[in-house]
């Protein structure tokens, strides 16, 4: 009898969501960003937005209201939440961090000579270059991030990847410019590949030389779309 008493509250259980109204929300508007459906500068109108999603307007607070700690949303007194707009000097910030931090974790994986790390980074790259053929970007976006996490994890920079991973949704901002670029689906999987095979032949400096000159590249491209942009 309690056999059966617990078939059938198993059968009545109502089974939780993967995901909250609220995060497939969050997810949407980070996408719309990325890829420019919303463009910088841009005003955000709760009421539209609403509509457009058709979610409540306190689920849309409290997305903008969380876009706006991640960098994606700025509040202006006078318009109210608009499109963040990532200026060329705040770009190359964020470049002159990743080059600095992805170099050492990428000496630092090179100099513990691990077969599992090569292993790891082969996976993402793969992932990377099947997003690019599919012409997949989001799928880019989380592939590539994916890389870096393995490549901090596996160096053992937990600090480092959270420096990093902080400023990863303004990172993909940027990244979802760059990687729409004329030949950076070649250049990038080529790039992180020097990263990779470095690694594996256990050369430390050449991995972070490679890992640093992949962030210039990113950088320089990104430098060029943002003044364009802004008419400079």
């Known amino acids: 009898m309690s056999a059966l008493r617990e078939t059938q509250q198993e059968t009545l259980r109502v089974d939780r969501p993967a995901k909250t ?32 999603l058709g979610v409540s307007r306190t689920i849309v607070r409290e997305v903008l209201r969380h876009l706006e700690t991640e960098g994606l949303v700025a509040t202006l007194q006078a ?6 707009r990532t200026t060329a000097a705040e770009a190359l910030q964020i470049y002159e961090i990743r080059g600095v931090l992805e170099g050492i974790a990428a000496r630092a994986c090179a100099e513990r000579r691990d077969p599992e790390t090569v292993a790891a980074l082969e996976v993402c790259l793969t992932a990377i270059k099947d997003a690019y ?46 990687i729409k670029t004329t030949d950076r689906d070649v250049e990038g999987p080529l ?15 050449e ?5 640093q000159q992949h962030v210039k590249s990113a950088s320089a491209i990104a430098q060029q779309l943002l003044q364009e942009r802004d008419g400079q």
């Open 191 to 205: 790039q992180m590949r020097r990263i990779v095979d470095a690694i594996r032949a256990g050369k430390g400096e």
């Open 79 to 84: 318009r109210g939440p608009i499109v963040a």
């Open 21 to 52: 109204l609220r995060e497939l929300t969050l997810e949407k508007m980070r996408e719309a960003i990325f890829a420019q459906h919303f463009k910088p500068g841009e005003r955000l109108v709760e009421r539209d937005l609403c509509e457009r």
């Open 133 to 178: 053929g599919a012409k997949n970007m989001p799928g880019v976006l989380d592939a590539t991030t994916e890389f870096y996490r393995t490549l901090f994890t596996h160096a053992d920079k937990d600090i480092a990847w959270g420096i990093v991973n902080s400023l990863t949704v303004r990172i993909n901002h940027l990244r979802s410019m760059t």
């Open 207 to 211: 991995a972070n030389a490679a890992a």
